[in-house]
């Protein structure tokens, strides 16, 4: 069974800060590792894919690794904003479904 | 891109009655679609995965008679919550795979406020 884990829990960081967010998966026979942003009582907003074969990707201000043999993902935000302050989740995907870590609350103050 | 459409995006409903939620893919097949339910401060929980024109797969621990699944379309399948009871209240997230395989990633809808009163 895969389990998804996600640290830091929570994380407070002033404006302007690079940031780095974690995540760790047992099983490395993955299809892709997604990263989500989720605001309060909203749905999820997909930020990148990274599919198995990959190593990263960008989208902007942010960038995601994969290590499968390892079981590490990382998100950089770089130059993190005020906008940016909402819970990151990190989901592993294989053929049949798609498991989630448990988050990572992230506040970035004035 | 991908979009998926949940409704509504909150009810209020009297414990011992029944609430549907729609989850809808509006730009692509869906011929996999998964209902998520989330507690507060909590990550997402699969409860189901909803297969086009068969029956869902349930996770360990829901109960199918209680959390009923249906995948009529590629475009469509329905949560249903029978007898609600104000346990089941909870944030409730559809998310749907496009019909090109799991390669293509995950998308969700805005999901659901139950409240069972």
């Known amino acids: 069974k895969q389990e998804v884990t996600q640290i830091p829990a929570a994380l407070s960081v002033p404006e302007g800060e690079n940031l780095v967010l974690n995540c760790s998966f047992t099983?490395?026979?993955?299809?892709?590792l997604q990263w989500f942003r989720q605001d309060p009582g909203k749905g999820l907003t997909s930020l990148l894919l990274?599919?198995?074969?990959?190593r990263e990707q960008t989208s902007g201000r942010l960038n995601a690794s994969l290590d499968k043999s390892s079981g590490r993902s990382t998100l950089y935000i770089a130059a993190s904003q005020p906008g940016d302050s909402a819970t990151y989740l990190c989901?592993?995907?294989?053929?049949?479904?798609?498991?989630f870590g448990t988050g990572t609350r992230l506040q970035v103050t004035l | 891109g991908a979009v998926v459409s949940q409704h509504p995006s909150w009810v209020i409903c009297k414990s011992g009655t029944s609430v549907k939620i729609e989850c809808r893919s509006l730009?692509?097949?869906?011929?996999?679609m998964f209902w998520y339910r989330q507690f507060p401060k909590q990550s997402l929980m699969l409860m189901a995965t909803?297969?086009?024109?068969?029956?869902?797969?349930?996770e360990q621990g829901v109960e199918k008679d209680k959390f009923l699944i249906n995948h009529a379309s590629l475009t469509l399948s329905t949560l249903t919550v029978t007898s609600a009871h104000p346990e089941d209240s909870s944030f409730y997230i559809c998310?749907?795979?496009?019909?090109?395989?799991?390669?293509?990633?995950?998308?969700f809808g805005s999901g659901t406020r139950l409240t069972v009163v």
């Open positions: 989901g592993s995907g294989t053929a049949s479904k798609l498991t």
């Open positions: 099983d490395s026979a993955i299809y892709n």
């Open positions: 990274i599919q198995s074969s990959q």
């Open positions: 998310s749907a795979r496009a019909h090109r395989g799991p390669m293509y990633g995950y998308t």
């Open positions: 730009d692509f097949q869906a011929t996999t």
């Open positions: 909803s297969n086009e024109g068969s029956k869902a797969t349930y």
